[in-house]
């Protein structure tokens, strides 16, 4: 029934085309340099032709080689703008566009969920998807009373297609590492290995959605549908329209851009802390900006809509507050302080010996978002930042292989770096330190 490729060795080769296609395409490269063409001319045609490989292979796949793309588009920001641009165009696609399932094997995946009678359960159907992601698609519906709604179906063998994907490109990590200069490709894979069954369980990931519902009900800056109806491979959610922030991104004002990234970084921080949960996939296909009632407000009425609660992190107290304590003694300059934290919470481990002052110099520049009363998020900043990290004869990349992420950390620590991924894409002029200053437990100092 199912339309993904689904056999292992179907999809390894398609996988394993990827870096035999890039090394074919430095070698056409090479002939049109000896040709004659200018190494510039021939190097952006090299991109172009990899990102259009790339994109067209991990959409085809959708499962784990979807989802690792769209985990990649959200750090093109870290790339050198040469390369950056034609990569731009492939990946994000990714955030909201995949080859559809048939429609056949829709309605057969609806009437073995929903029964044979699927249909008087919505006085509308639309059979074309309105949206594709790494799991499933999108279709735009109207339930039976009368409400909009979006009906997520699951693509069959998901999981299988998941699993296989990931192991694949675990194997390819060495080879796509140098997509984003500073990341370890290989742990995250790893970590989305380890989350596939939460993200292919509907009834999980609708509790998450239930109650971010219920807390931000009325909410001035954030709207989360509700939840209509829930079964095995099929989702039932009210409708939300609204801007993409994909589309904000490519041909937003300057005023959208900032209050888009103001309220996503309100929603990072502010999420764990009322729910104790944190939303963790953060690419801007999960996001939408909407317009506010009245007109008169401007910008300061619109409200970010969020999307997808498939992958979520349980923080019952919300963010650790070691997190705000490190910033907050990072920022004053308490080296020693920073380091015993750090070493107490796993970060830099027993059998290493660090230097303190080291260690904060290694920081500062990452945490300037949080120094100062606003800052403004660019591709620049970060393309500095990961340079900084990914050169190999930086102090700052020596003491980067010594430190340590303990395995609790791994998923804040993507969903930080995702989140200021966007922010750059957006270039958005963000207030962060106030966000912070309410939100993050241990950020403020306590009372003396």
């Given at each position: 029934?199912?339309d993904?490729p689904?056999k292992a060795?179907?999809?390894t080769v398609k996988?394993?085309?990827?870096?035999?296609?890039?090394a074919?395409?430095?070698?056409w490269?090479?002939?049109?340099r000896?040709g004659g063409?200018?190494?510039?001319?021939v190097?952006?045609?090299l991109?172009q032709?990899t990102?259009?490989?790339?994109?067209?292979?991990?959409g085809?796949?959708k499962?784990g080689?979807m989802?690792f793309?769209?985990?990649?588009?959200?750090?093109?920001s870290a790339l050198?703008?040469e390369?950056?641009?034609?990569y731009?165009?492939?990946?994000t696609k990714?955030?909201?566009?995949?080859?559809?399932?048939p429609?056949r094997t829709v309605?057969?995946?609806?009437?073995?969920?929903?029964?044979?009678e699927?249909r008087?359960?919505?006085?509308e159907?639309?059979?074309?998807?309105?949206a594709?992601?790494?799991?499933g698609?999108?279709?735009?519906a109207?339930?039976?009373d009368?409400?909009?709604v979006?009906?997520?179906v699951q693509?069959?063998?998901?999981?299988?297609?998941?699993?296989s994907d990931l192991?694949?490109?675990s194997?390819f990590?060495?080879?796509l590492?140098p997509?984003i200069?500073?990341?370890?490709i290989?742990?995250?894979i790893?970590?989305?290995r380890d989350?596939?069954?939460?993200?292919?369980?509907y009834?999980?990931e609708a509790?998450?959605?239930?109650?971010h519902a219920?807390e931000?009900?009325?909410?001035?800056?954030?709207v989360v549908p509700?939840v209509v109806?829930?079964?095995e491979?099929?989702?039932v959610?009210?409708?939300m329209?609204?801007?993409?922030?994909a589309?904000v991104?490519a041909?937003?004002?300057?005023e959208q851009?900032?209050?888009?990234?103001?309220l996503?970084?309100?929603?990072?921080f502010?999420g764990p802390?009322?729910?104790?949960?944190?939303?963790?996939?953060p690419?801007?296909?999960?996001?939408r900006?909407l317009p506010?009632?009245?007109?008169?407000?401007?910008?300061?009425g619109?409200r970010l809509?969020v999307?997808?609660f498939?992958?979520v992190d349980?923080?019952?107290?919300?963010?650790p507050?070691?997190?705000?304590?490190?910033?907050r003694?990072?920022?004053?300059?308490?080296?020693?302080?920073?380091?015993?934290?750090?070493?107490a919470?796993?970060?830099v481990k027993?059998?290493?010996a660090?230097?303190?002052?080291?260690v904060?110099?290694?920081?500062?520049?990452?945490i300037e978002?949080?120094?100062?009363?606003?800052?403004?998020?660019?591709r620049?900043?970060?393309?500095?930042?990961?340079?900084?990290l990914?050169d190999?004869r930086?102090?700052?990349?020596?003491?980067?292989?010594?430190?340590?992420?303990?395995?609790?950390?791994?998923?804040?620590?993507r969903?930080?770096l995702?989140?200021?991924?966007v922010?750059?894409?957006?270039?958005a002029?963000?207030r962060l330190r106030?966000?912070?200053e309410?939100w993050?437990?241990?950020?403020v100092?306590?009372?003396?």
């Amino acid at each position: 029934m199912s339309d993904l490729p689904r056999k292992a060795v179907t999809r390894t080769v398609k996988l394993a085309a990827l870096p035999l296609g890039f090394a074919g395409r430095a070698t056409w490269g090479l002939g049109k340099r000896i040709g004659g063409r200018s190494a510039e001319i021939v190097a952006g045609e090299l991109q172009q032709r990899t990102a259009e490989q790339l994109f067209k292979v991990l959409g085809e796949l959708k499962g784990g080689a979807m989802k690792f793309g769209q985990a990649l588009s959200v750090f093109e920001s870290a790339l050198p703008e040469e390369v950056a641009g034609p990569y731009r165009a492939a990946l994000t696609k990714l955030q909201d566009a995949a080859p559809p399932m048939p429609t056949r094997t829709v309605h057969a995946v609806l009437a073995e969920r929903l029964g044979q009678e699927w249909r008087e359960l919505f006085l509308e159907f639309e059979d074309k998807p309105s949206a594709a992601a790494s799991i499933g698609q999108v279709h735009r519906a109207v339930w039976h009373d009368g409400r909009e709604v979006a009906v997520k179906v699951q693509y069959p063998g998901a999981g299988e297609a998941l699993l296989s994907d990931l192991a694949q490109l675990s194997r390819f990590a060495r080879l796509l590492g140098p997509l984003i200069p500073g990341m370890d490709i290989k742990p995250l894979i790893t970590e989305m290995r380890d989350r596939v069954s939460e993200e292919l369980d509907y009834a999980l990931e609708a509790a998450a959605q239930r109650k971010h519902a219920e807390e931000f009900a009325d909410d001035p800056d954030v709207v989360v549908p509700a939840v209509v109806h829930q079964s095995e491979q099929v989702l039932v959610t009210e409708w939300m329209d609204g801007v993409p922030l994909a589309e904000v991104i490519a041909d937003g004002t300057e005023e959208q851009r900032d209050r888009a990234g103001q309220l996503l970084a309100r929603f990072l921080f502010s999420g764990p802390a009322r729910t104790g949960l944190l939303h963790a996939d953060p690419h801007p296909g999960n996001f939408r900006l909407l317009p506010g009632a009245d007109e008169d407000e401007g910008l300061e009425g619109w409200r970010l809509g969020v999307l997808d609660f498939g992958t979520v992190d349980r923080l019952p107290g919300g963010l650790p507050e070691t997190i705000g304590t490190c910033l907050r003694m990072t920022l004053e300059g308490e080296a020693e302080t920073v380091y015993e934290l750090l070493r107490a919470e796993g970060f830099v481990k027993e059998s290493v010996a660090l230097d303190p002052d080291a260690v904060l110099e290694y920081l500062v520049p990452i945490i300037e978002p949080a120094e100062a009363e606003s800052f403004v998020f660019t591709r620049a900043w970060m393309r500095t930042q990961a340079a900084r990290l990914a050169d190999i004869r930086s102090p700052a990349h020596q003491l980067g292989k010594q430190l340590n992420l303990p395995p609790s950390y791994l998923l804040i620590h993507r969903v930080t770096l995702s989140t200021i991924g966007v922010l750059c894409q957006l270039n958005a002029t963000v207030r962060l330190r106030a966000e912070l200053e309410e939100w993050l437990p241990g950020f403020v100092a306590p009372p003396s």
